[in-house]
């Protein structure tokens, strides 16, 4: 097998050292670092990578879409799609903002302990990047998913647009500007999710400690205070008050599992385009 040549292409001004380490670590051979790129730039960049190397060898080739910008990220990975013909192409993975990874060890987290058909789930701050695909992947599974936000029409948004990609999908919007909205939207749920913005409340202790059919409790949020008052950021399935209990840092250790195993993956095939629901059916084969 050749090389394994891993381009990172990333929206910032300067390429994420994060997901390069992440590269190295998954035993990537050369990395090609490119930053500031925007979509106009995809064509000649992707065209480097698919030309130079003969059909049988462009599964050794391989790109990942990083960056702080998520929606940045989305248009990059139609850009390089686009360049795509034949059997000239080679497989890319998308997670600006660690967004997929997260997302999928969020919800790998509560499968963990619950069967997600059938479960009803909230996600808060769903109309996030990070929300949105939680709560794309729960539906997915076949869970009643809300999504919250302070503004309703944002979370009608996110269940519009979850609803193009998930067929079947039980979606409701909620509004959440008032804890008394956040605490009727959590009724009844025997899954949280918060996805809020990083170092902002959801939801208070009385708040969780008052939803009595909750079971798991997930904070994506790892700067204080934390998303979910009283969840600790460590906290991996720690109970609390009944409640099995992750905190930011204790599903990120799934997260840079599933990272790890979806960039050495991109390797075995050509053709693979590893999003959310890709890297989420990864992180379930890692048991
Ligand atoms: N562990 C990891 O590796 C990892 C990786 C990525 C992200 N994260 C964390 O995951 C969380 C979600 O990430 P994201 O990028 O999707 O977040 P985001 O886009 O910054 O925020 C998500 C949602 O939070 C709501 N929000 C924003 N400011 C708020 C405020 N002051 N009060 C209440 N709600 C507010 C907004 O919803 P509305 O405007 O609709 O209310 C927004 O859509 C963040 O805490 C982030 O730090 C963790």
Redesign the pocket.
């Known amino acids: 097998m050749k090389r394994k040549i891993l381009l990172q292409l990333d929206c910032d001004p300067a390429a994420s050292v994060f997901d390069a380490v992440v590269a190295i670590d998954a035993d990537v051979d050369q990395l090609l670092q490119y930053q500031d790129v925007e979509p106009t730039r995809v064509r000649e960049l992707i065209h480097g990578a698919m030309f130079t190397r003969g059909p049988d060898d462009l599964k050794s080739t391989a790109i990942f879409i990083g960056g702080s910008d998520?929606s940045s990220g989305e248009n990059l990975l139609e850009a390089v799609q686009r360049c795509f013909f034949g059997p000239m192409r080679v497989s890319v993975m998308l997670d600006a903002?660690?967004?997929n990874t997260?997302a999928a060890a969020a919800v790998l987290a509560a499968r963990k302990h619950l069967e997600l058909k059938g479960a009803t789930a909230a996600v808060l701050?769903g109309?996030?990047?990070?929300?949105q695909r939680v709560a794309r992947l729960l539906a997915a599974e076949g869970a009643q998913v809300r999504i919250t936000?302070?503004?309703l029409e944002?979370?009608q948004a996110a269940c519009a647009a979850i609803g193009q990609h998930v067929d079947q999908a039980l979606l409701s919007a909620h509004s959440a500007g008032q804890p008394a909205q956040t605490a009727e939207a959590i009724t009844d749920c025997q899954i949280v999710i918060a996805?809020?913005?990083?170092g902002?409340e959801?939801i208070s202790s009385g708040l969780r400690k008052a939803a009595n059919k909750l079971r798991i409790a997930i904070d994506?949020?790892?700067?204080p205070p934390a998303?979910i008052e009283g969840i600790e950021v460590m906290d991996r399935g720690v109970e609390r008050d009944g409640v099995l209990c992750y905190g930011?840092i204790g599903?990120?250790g799934t997260?840079m599992k599933i990272h790890k195993a979806a960039i050495r993956h991109l390797f075995t095939a050509n053709n693979l385009v590893l999003d959310a629901p890709e890297i989420y059916e990864l992180g379930k084969q890692l048991g």
């Open positions: 998520v903002n660690g967004a997260t701050g109309t996030g990047p990070v929300g936000s302070r503004a944002h979370a996805a809020g913005a990083a902002v959801l994506l949020n790892a700067v998303g930011a599903v990120g997260k």
